[in-house]
């Protein structure tokens, strides 16, 4: 991917400055093709069937940014608990100010946790890729909601 800096975030040299940005940048990445396919896939594929919530079938919630009005506030608190739990779970910013590399969270995906040092670097620059479009992309469909 290469490095790239046109703001000049990183003009000190601090390295530990750089872990945690590269960290919080892989994870954003994560995030946004996570939503990027969440965004994508009930438009293709449908919906799930069952209720949400009291009286509310998932049929019934739109796609995009409309859900944020009809999604109940528990569904909401259920969503940020479970994102709590989930950070919590990965060991709440090691990867970012401890002993784990940028983005490992401690948990490998079954066919990409073996392979050389080369290979792990290629796989990680492809996920960097991935994740800047991502990022774009969902900004590109927020923005298209309106």
């Not at 939503?35 to 739109?62: H, Q, R």
């Not at 392979?115 to 960097?128: I, M, N, Q, S």
Request: charged share 25%; glycine share 14%; hydrophobic share 45%.
């Amino acid at each position: 991917v290469g490095f790239w800096d046109p703001a000049g975030l990183s003009k000190d040299g601090d390295a530990a400055v750089f872990k945690r940005r590269r960290s919080i940048e892989i994870k954003h990445g994560r995030i946004a093709m996570l939503a990027t396919m969440g965004y994508i896939t009930p438009e293709v594929a449908g919906k799930w069937g069952g209720l949400c919530a009291d009286g509310l079938p998932f049929s019934d919630i739109p796609n995009g940014l409309a859900a944020l009005k009809v999604v109940p506030f528990i569904g909401w608190v259920q969503m940020f608990l479970y994102c709590g739990a989930v950070e919590a779970s990965s060991g709440l910013g090691r990867d970012a100010f401890g002993d784990r590399a940028p983005g490992d969270m401690g948990w490998k995906p079954p066919f990409f946790k073996d392979g050389t040092e080369e290979k792990k670097k290629t796989r990680l620059a492809a996920e960097l890729a991935n994740g800047r479009l991502a990022m774009m992309a969902i900004i590109g469909m927020f923005f298209q909601d309106g």
